[in-house]
C-alpha cells in the first residue's frame, strides 16, 4: 500500500471514529482538518524523502556509467600500448560497472515513476483539504442555523400560548379598566367646572335684577328702602323722569 493510500486510510479511520463518538460536529471537523494537515505534512516528507533516494539512485548511476566509460577508456589505451591482459581486465571491469548502471538505471525509472505519482497524489490532497475547508465552512454555518432554529423552535414550543394569551387579556383589561376611570374622572371634573360656572352666572345674573330693580324704583318716585342708595339712571331715563316730573307739576 503506498504512502498516500495509508494516509487516506487514515483520515477515513479518523473521521469514522469522531462520527461514531458523536462528538460535537463543529469540533469534530476542526480536528479532522487538523488530523488532514498532519497527514498532508506526513506526505510531504515521504514524498521528500523519496525525492532524496531518486536522487541519489541517479548519482549511483551516473558514477557506475562513468566508471564503466572510464575502464573503455583503459582498455582501448592498454590495446594501444601492447598490453591485451590490462585490456582484459579493463573490459571485465567495464562490464561490472555497466551491469551496475543498468540496475541503478531500472531502479531510477522505477523510483522516478513512484515520485511523479507521489507529487501528483499530494498537489491532489493538497486540492482535497482545501475543498475539504470549504465544506467544512459551510457545513458548521449550517450547523449554526439548524441550532438556531431548534433553539428558537423549542424556545416557541415552550411557552403556553393560552397562559401567555390569558396574562395578556388581563393585563389589557386593566389598562382598559385604567382608561375608562380616568375618562370617568375627566367628566367628573368637566361637571363640577360647569357647575360652578353656572353658580357664578347666577351670581352676575341675580345682580343685574337687583340693579335693574333700584333703577326702576327711581324712575317710579318710589321711596328707596332704607339703606338703599339711589342709583344712576341710564341717560334716556333721566329724560323721561325729568319730563314726568314736570307734568306732574
Given at each position: 500500500m ?11 479511520a ?11 460536529p ?22 521528500t ?38 585490456a ?36 491532489a490532497?493538497d ?5 475539504a ?74 345682580g ?23 342709583q ?18
Amino acid at each position: 500500500m503506498g504512502v498516500l493510500e495509508r494516509i487516506a486510510k487514515i483520515i477515513e479511520a479518523n473521521l469514522n471514529a469522531m462520527l461514531s463518538s458523536a462528538e460535537n460536529p463543529e469540533k469534530m471537523l476542526e480536528q479532522l482538518m487538523v488530523d488532514m494537515r498532519e497527514q498532508y505534512r506526513e506526505a510531504q516528507r515521504q514524498v521528500t524523502v523519496a525525492i532524496a533516494d531518486e536522487k541519489r539512485l541517479e548519482a549511483k548511476y551516473r558514477k557506475a556509467k562513468d566508471g564503466a566509460d572510464e575502464w573503455q577508456r583503459r582498455a582501448v589505451l592498454a590495446l594501444q600500448k601492447g598490453r591485451e591482459d590490462l585490456a582484459r581486465e579493463a573490459l571485465l571491469r567495464k562490464q561490472e560497472g555497466a551491469a551496475a548502471a543498468t540496475e541503478y538505471l531500472t531502479q531510477l525509472e522505477q523510483q522516478s515513476i513512484l515520485v511523479e505519482r507521489l507529487k501528483r497524489g499530494l498537489v491532489a490532497l493538497d486540492r482535497k483539504i482545501d475543498e475539504a475547508t470549504r465544506k467544512k465552512d459551510l457545513i458548521i454555518a449550517r450547523q449554526k442555523r439548524a441550532e438556531a432554529a431548534r433553539t428558537i423552535n423549542r424556545a416557541v414550543s415552550s411557552i403556553d400560548d393560552r397562559s401567555a394569551f390569558e396574562a395578556l387579556a388581563r393585563v389589557e383589561e386593566k389598562v382598559a379598566r385604567l382608561e375608562a376611570t380616568t375618562e370617568a374622572e375627566a367628566e367628573v371634573a368637566a361637571l363640577e367646572s360647569v357647575k360652578n360656572l353656572e353658580e357664578e352666572f347666577k351670581k352676575l345674573e341675580t345682580g343685574d335684577v337687583d340693579v335693574e330693580l333700584k333703577a326702576l324704583k327711581a324712575s317710579l318716585g318710589l321711596a328707596l328702602a332704607a339703606g338703599e342708595m339711589p342709583q344712576a339712571l341710564p341717560e334716556g331715563d333721566e329724560d323721561e323722569s325729568e319730563e314726568k316730573a314736570d307734568a306732574d307739576a
